[in-house]
T-cell receptor
Framework: QLLLQESGPGLVKPSETLSLTCSVS??????????WGWFRQPPGSGLEWLGC???????YDNPSLKSRVTMSVDTSKNQFSLRLTSATAADTAVYYC??????????????????WGQGTLITVSS | DIVLTQSPGTLSLSPGERATLSCRAS???????LAWYQQKPGQAPRLLMY???SRATGIPDRFSGSGSGTDFTLTIRRLEPEDFAVYHC?????????FGQGTKVEIK
């Protein structure tokens, strides 16, 4: 069974960059047609999609965060990563990575999450 | 962005009862690209349904999804003790993909 595990600093200072890595095991990150996505859930709130990446490095971003989000993939380590710049308290959330079953429909990437990591709480505070 | 509104916010039911959860979209969801997830406290979400009405692998048939356009429903035919959780809907037909705020199904 596919396993995903997020790792990150836990605490980030305001204005700094939040960096997370998702390690994938029991399946290859190279497998088509899956994208690999990032999501977050602020305390007491709903889920938010941040963006996703293909094993080739192609990304598909949430436009509302695009200027702050950078994603990368390391196929040799079977990992993918997220960087979110200029962190504020509003970025405090549980961050999840996930495997996204994807397809293209009129140039729109469609996708739902078939497997999720356990999530990691990131707090932005001085 | 497509806003998904889930109702009710909380559903109080007893084991064995039928649960009906609603997810209403602010615009038509392309090709019924709508998913449902179950989330228990302290756990990651779990995929239940995709394409509005297709059950994910391993999901019991007491779970069913229906709807089209802007109105979607998740039905749990007879609640089992393990079904008490928060349920989220997600549309993935338009960028950005968006989620509803969740419906909590609690034991009455």
């Amino acid at each position: 069974q596919l396993l995903l595990q997020e790792s990150g600093p836990g605490l980030v200072k305001p204005s700094e960059t939040l960096s997370l890595t998702c390690s994938v095991s029991r399946a290859s990150i190279n497998r088509s047609p899956f994208y690999w996505g990032w999501f977050r859930q602020p305390p007491g709130s709903g889920l938010e999609w941040l963006g996703c990446i293909y094993y080739t490095g192609a990304t598909y971003d949430n436009p509302s965060l695009k200027s702050r989000v950078t994603m990368s993939v390391d196929t040799s380590k079977n990992q993918f990563s997220l960087r979110l710049t200029s962190a504020t308290a509003a970025d405090t959330a549980v961050y999840y990575c996930g495997r996204v079953a994807s397809g293209w429909d009129n140039d729109i990437l469609t996708g739902y999450v078939t497997s999720w990591g356990q999530g990691t709480l990131i707090t932005v505070s001085s | 962005d497509i806003v998904l509104t889930q109702s009710p916010g909380t559903l109080s039911l007893s084991p064995g009862e039928r649960a009906t959860l609603s997810c209403r979209a602010s615009q038509i969801v392309t090709n019924n690209y709508l998913a449902w997830y179950q989330q228990k406290p302290g756990q990651a979400p779990r995929l239940l349904m995709y394409g509005a009405s297709s059950r994910a692998t391993g999901i019991p048939d007491r779970f069913s999804g229906s709807g089209s356009g802007t109105d979607f429903t998740l039905t749990i035919r007879r609640l089992e003790p393990e079904d008490f959780a928060v349920y989220h809907c997600q549309q993935y037909g338009e960028s950005p993909w968006t989620f509803g705020q969740g419906t909590k199904v609690e034991i009455k």
